[in-house]
C-alpha cells in the first residue's frame, strides 16, 4: 500500500498568503467597488530595468539561431554569470568565494527550502521568530520540525525578536545543530550589526552549528557598517550556507533567479564523527534534481552586474526605499511604534493596544482598503504586529497613506 | 552537532554525464586536433520555433511596462498555460482534467525528483531497468531505495527491460509501493502498447501502488495506437501521477518549463489506513519550496499550442526522427542489433559480443570520435547496450554515421 509522508499532515493547510488572499476576497465579495491597496505581499511592482530588458530581447535572439542556441546549461548555473557575481558581489567585500562555490537557482525560496535535505532528519533546528515560514515548513515536512503544539513545533528552538529586545534575538540556551537567520530581516526589517553577527559565527564555530543565512535583502542596505554577507565575518566559511535572490535586488519575482553559497570549507558530520564537505554534496542534489535556470533569466541577471545595470536597479532600490521612509514617517507621526525600514523594504508596526495581529488587518481592511500581512503569520512572536511592504508604487503607497490618516483620525 | 545526511554517501560520486564527460575530456587531452561528434546526452540542438521566440520577445517587452510587468505567478502555474494544456494534450484525447490537477514547472527533473516527498520514507520502490538516474538517486537521498550492493539497491524492485523480452517488463513479482514508468522510455527508445500499459494500471489499482509516469518523449510518438498519456487508460486518476516537459517536445532544454498532473481523485493511506488525497499535499510542497516558473518561459510554453507553433513545433521533431531513422537503418545494415528510434529520439543498441558498455563507448570515442551513452550507466540491465540519441543536427548525425560505418568496415 502506497503511504503517504504523514508530516505533510501536521502543516496548517494553507500558505500565510492564501489566507490571506481568502479573507480579501470575502470583504471584495460585500463591497465590490472597493479599490483595494495591497502593502502585503511582498511583491515588486516596478517594470524590469532597460539593462536587463535588453539582455532578454539579446538572449532570446540567440535561442533562435543554431549557432547561438542554448540548451542544458550547468545545474550549478553558468560561469558568466558566477564570474559576475563573485567580481560585484564578493570581491568588493573583500571575500574570496572560488566559482565552484556558487550555485545559480531559480529563486531563494526552493534553495532556502531544499537546503534542508543535507542534513539528516532528526537534527534539532533554531530560528529567530518571526521569520519567513518557508524554514519551518521545509523542515516540518521531513519530520525534523517535531509535533506541532499551539502553534510551535517540538524540535525547534524559537528565538523572539520583539521590541523589547530591540529586535536582536539572544543565542539559544540550548543548542541547535542548525540556525536559519534572514538579514535584513523578513518580516521585521530589522538588521544585525557586524558585532551581533560575529556572535553567531563565534556561536556556530564553538557548537558546531550550521548557518543558513539568507540574505535575499541585502541590497536594501543604507548604513555601511551593516554586513551585507555573512562570509564578512571571519570563520562564516567554516559555518555558514548563504541564499541571495534576484527578485528583490532586481525585480525578479516573475523571472526566477538568485544563487547560493556553499563554501568548500564547510562540514557536516556522520554518526561516526567523519566530516563530510556540503559542496560536493550540494552539487549532488542540485545535478539530480534540478536542470539548471533558465538561460534566459541567467542572462538576464548577468546584466544587473554592467554599469547601467548596476545604476537602473539602484535607483529602482532608492525609490522602494523612498516608499519605506514615507510609511515610517507617517506611521510615527500617527504615534504608531514602528521598526525596520531603514535598511530594508519591510516596515514592521506593533498594532495598537488590544489589537491582535489578524484583528489590525481586518480593520485596515474594511477601514481603510488597505492590506497589511498579519505578523502572527509569520509565528508567535508576531502577534501584535503586522508588517507593509515599501514594493508599490509611489502614487499608490501615498493614497494608502492618506487613507490610513484619516481613518485614524476617526 | 550538525549531522549530515549520510544517504547521500551511497550514492556514487558523480552523475552518469559527469563521468561521459571526463571520458571525452581525457581523450581530447590526447587528441587536440579530434572533431568529436556527440550522441551521448539527450540535449536538443535545433533554435527555438519562431512563435516561441515571438512570445518571448512579447513578454520580454511587457515586463518592461508597469502594466505588463509580472511578479509572483501562482505556485503552480498561470491558467493561460493551464488552459493550453488541458485544450490541446488531454481533450482531444478524452481526458478530461480540473486545471487545478496541472502545476507547471521548471522541467520533469525538478518533479519527477521532487514527487516521492510526498510519500513515505520507508515506501518500497519499483523501477524498469534501465532507467532514468533521477528516479533511483532522489529515492536514495532519503533513504527510500535501502543500501546499494552490487550496484543494486535493496529496497527496488528491479524490472528488467531487454532484447529478450522485447523491452516489455514484466509485472513486479513481489508488490512494489510506487512504480517509475517511462514511455516512450529514455534509454531505450522504446514504447508500451494500450495493452501493457493497462495491465500496470491494473496491477497498480489491485495492489494499491502509485505510478510515477514519465511521458516527457509523448511528442515523438509516432504510431496512432501508442497511448500519449496513461489517463487514456481507464482507472489512471487513481494511481497515477504524469510528468511533462517541454524540453524535447519544443526544445526548452535551456527555457526550463513542464508540467505534472495529479489527479484529485488519487490517495495514498495514511498507516491508520485513512485515505490522504496528494494534489492538496502537492500544492502544498509546491507552495512552500518553489515559486513558481519564469513568466517568460510560461508565454514561451503557450506559443507551442498557437497553429503556428503546433506546426513549427512538429516539423523540428519530424526534423529530429529523421535522424533516429538514419540510425536506427545504418547500424541495421551494418548488423546491428538496435531497438527503438521508431517513436522515441533513442536508438538502443546491443553492443557487439563481447564488449561491454564501457568498452564499446570508448572503442566509438578513439575509432570514430563519436560519443554514445554506455548502457550500464542507466542501470544493470542495460550492460551490452549503449544509447544514441537523434537531438544533433542531420548534418553532423550523418557524418558520424560515415564515421561509423568507415571504422565499423575496418
Known amino acids: 500500500m502506497a503511504l503517504v509522508n504523514e508530516h505533510f499532515l501536521k502543516l496548517s493547510g494553507n500558505y500565510l498568503f ?130 506541532k503544539v499551539d502553534d510551535r513545533w517540538s524540535n525547534v528552538t524559537y528565538l523572539p525578536c520583539n521590541a523589547e529586545n530591540k529586535f536582536v534575538p539572544s543565542l539559544p540556551d540550548r543548542r541547535v545543530d542548525v540556525i536559519y ?6 518580516p521585521t526589517g530589522t538588521v544585525l550589526s557586524k558585532e551581533e553577527l560575529r556572535k553567531w559565527v563565534n556561536y556556530a564555530l564553538r557548537n558546531d552549528t550550521l548557518i543558513f543565512y539568507d540574505a535575499a535583502y541585502q541590497a536594501y542596505i543604507q548604513d555601511p557598517e551593516i554586513p551585507h554577507s555573512i562570509y564578512e565575518i571571519r570563520g562564516a566559511r567554516k559555518c555558514a550556507i548563504e541564499f ?9 519575482t516573475g523571472v526566477r533567479c538568485g544563487y547560493t553559497i556553499v563554501p568548500k570549507d564547510l562540514t557536516a ?11 560536493p554534496l550540494w552539487l549532488r542534489r542540485q545535478s539530480t534534481k534540478f536542470n539548471g535556470t533558465s538561460y534566459l533569466s541567467q542572462r538576464a541577471a548577468e ?19 523612498q516608499n519605506a ?11 504608531f511604534e514602528v521598526y525596520g525600514g531603514e535598511n530594508a523594504p519591510y516596515v514592521w508596526m506593533r498594532t495598537p493596544k488590544g489589537s491582535s495581529s489578524w484583528q489590525f488587518f481586518e480593520e485596515l481592511l474594511y477601514g481603510a482598503q488597505v492590506v497589511c500581512t498579519p505578523g502572527v503569520g509569520f509565528g508567535p512572536s508576531g502577534e501584535g504586529y503586522v508588517r507593509f511592504t515599501a514594493f508599490g508604487s509611489h502614487e499608490r503607497t501615498e493614497e494608502a497613506l492618506a487613507r490610513i490618516e484619516k481613518w485614524f483620525g476617526k
Chains 1, 2 share one sequence.
Open 269 to 279: 558530520a556522520t554518526l561516526q564523527g567523519e566530516r563530510i564537505a556540503l559542496n
Open 181 to 186: 537567520l534572514c538579514y535584513p530581516n523578513n
Open 244 to 252: 541571495h535572490s534576484f527578485s528583490k535586488t532586481a525585480g525578479f
Open 303 to 321: 546584466a544587473i552586474y554592467t554599469p547601467e545595470g548596476k545604476e537602473q536597479v539602484r535607483a529602482t532600490i532608492n525609490y522602494y526605499m
Open 18 to 147: 492564501t489566507d490571506i488572499a481568502k479573507k480579501v476576497n470575502a470583504f471584495k465579495a460585500t463591497h465590490r467597488q472597493a479599490d483595494i491597496i495591497s502593502l502585503g505581499i511582498g511583491d515588486v511592482t516596478q517594470p524590469l530595468c532597460p539593462a536587463v530588458i535588453e539582455a532578454l530581447h539579446r538572449a532570446t535572439d540567440e535561442m533562435a539561431t543554431a549557432s547561438g542556441f542554448h540548451g542544458y546549461g550547468p545545474e550549478q548555473g553558468y560561469d558568466f554569470l558566477r564570474e559576475a557575481i563573485l567580481k560585484n558581489d564578493f570581491l568588493p567585500r573583500g571575500i574570496h568565494l572560488d566559482i565552484d562555490e556558487i550555485f545559480i537557482n531559480d529563486g531563494a525560496k526552493s534553495d532556502t527550502g531544499n537546503i534542508q535535505e543535507l542534513i539528516r532528519w532528526d537534527n534539532s533546528v533554531g530560528v529567530t521568530d518571526p521569520i519567513y515560514p518557508v524554514y519551518l515548513d521545509s523542515n516540518a515536512m521531513i519530520g525534523r520540525a517535531g509535533q
Open 325 to 335: 521612509s514615507r510609511l515610517v514617517e507617517t506611521f510615527r507621526r500617527l504615534n
